[in-house]
């Protein structure tokens, strides 16, 4: 079936430092990608979206790239600060309008 | 950008009695509106998806008549957790789109944690 998935559950990087997060999608017809944050006891925030005609798109701090040859996702945080601290979905948007998210990543930035 | 409420944030009931959830878009329509419930340390799993004036689409193996969704206006969608039991705790979270379509983004609601007693 169709499913989103994340390679690591937890990430621990130092404050300052860069932080990649990854996503493996299974639909190959998927055609739109979105990244999420979210905060303990709040909703999902959205963060940055890619369409699957695009390899990259940055935003600030952030930059997602889409790899469709692979079906692999990523996002990049700049200069990782404490308040960045939080889980992390990627979430697959299918044609439907319905979005499946991944397992989620939880990240936490060492002051 | 675009607001969405839910209300109540978070609620506490006995088992067997009946709950209900309000989802709300403050400052825009919402054409469809999606139901998810998250357990602790897990990813969001979509319940249903919500279509104003419309019969409610759910996912595999959620239960219609537990999980009542009425989507009446297209500010307004309420999910009710009919005679809810322990295993129903959880936290739900709304989100409401302009439309169906792929590219259409949902903003979501800051979520209910229920507890059931």
């Known amino acids: 079936g169709e499913s989103v998935g994340l390679h690591l559950p937890t990430l621990s990087v130092q404050e300052g430092d860069n932080s990649i997060i990854n996503c493996a999608y299974s639909?190959?017809?998927?055609?739109?990608f979105i990244w999420y944050k979210q905060e303990s006891g709040k909703g999902p925030q959205f963060i940055i979206d890619?369409?699957?005609?695009?390899d990259k798109r940055q935003g600030q701090r952030v930059t997602v790239l889409l790899n469709k040859t692979v079906k692999h996702l990523s996002l990049q945080i700049a200069a990782t600060q404490p308040g960045d601290s939080a889980v992390y979905f990627c979430?697959?948007?299918?044609?439907?309008?319905?979005?499946?998210f991944g397992q989620g990543t939880e990240l936490s930035v060492k002051p | 950008g675009a607001v969405v409420s839910q209300h109540p944030s978070w609620v506490i009931c006995k088992s067997g009695t009946s709950v209900k959830i309000e989802c709300r878009s403050l400052?825009?329509?919402?054409?469809?509106m999606f139901w998810y419930r998250q357990f602790p340390k897990q990813s969001l799993m979509l319940m249903a998806t919500?279509?104003?004036?419309?019969?409610?689409?759910?996912e595999q193996g959620v239960e219609k008549d537990k999980f009542l969704i009425n989507h009446a206006s297209l500010t307004l969608s309420t999910l009710t957790v009919t005679s809810a039991h322990p295993e129903d705790s959880s936290f739900y979270i709304c989100?409401?789109?302009?439309?169906?379509?792929?590219?259409?983004?949902?903003?979501f609601g800051p979520g209910t944690r229920l507890t059931v007693l």
């Open positions: 890619i369409r699957s005609n695009m």
């Open positions: 400052d825009f329509q919402a054409t469809t």
């Open positions: 989100s409401a789109s302009l439309g169906g379509s792929s590219y259409n983004e949902q903003f």
């Open positions: 979430a697959e948007n299918n044609q439907g309008g319905k979005l499946i």
């Open positions: 639909n190959s017809a998927s055609d739109y």
């Open positions: 919500s279509n104003e004036g419309s019969k409610a689409t759910y």
